[in-house]
């Protein structure tokens, strides 16, 4: 089992950066793709960002790309989402999910593990 902590949210201007880092505790980090999903409110929750147990396959939604970058050290099992040149429709609430690696995915279904999420508030 995997217990992921998340941190690293905060109000920032529009144009501005954010790094979100989550920690992971339990065995087996490396055996897990990690993915980072966003909810805003009244919305469903959307994927942002995966990758996979080597870190060699990675995927954004089409809204984040070349923007944010995921990235991960499975040395201090983590995973982190640098995020710049953010926009206000870029506010929600962001989760770090983990699932066992099979294929990586943008489903969020297909995630087992969840954090309890960090707010990310961007000001125009």
């Known amino acids: 089992q995997v217990q992921l902590v998340e941190s690293g949210g905060g109000l920032v201007q529009a144009g501005g950066s954010l790094r979100l880092s989550c920690a992971a505790s339990?065995?087996?980090?490396?055996?897990?793709?990690m993915g980072w999903f966003r909810q805003a409110p009244g919305k469903e929750r959307e994927f942002a960002a995966a990758?996979?147990?080597?870190?060699?396959?990675?995927y954004y939604a089409d809204s984040v790309k070349g923007r944010f970058t995921i990235s991960r050290d499975n040395a201090k099992n983590t995973v982190s989402l640098q995020m710049n040149s953010l926009k206000p429709e870029d506010t929600a609430i962001y989760y770090c999910?983990?699932?066992?690696?099979?294929?990586?995915?943008?489903?969020?279904?297909?995630?087992?593990?969840w954090g309890q999420g960090t707010q990310v508030t961007v000001s125009s």
């Open positions: 999910a983990a699932k066992m690696s099979v294929l990586v995915s943008t489903r969020g279904l297909e995630y087992d593990y």
């Open positions: 339990g065995r087996d980090f490396n055996r897990y793709d």
């Open positions: 990758i996979s147990w080597s870190g060699g396959n990675i």
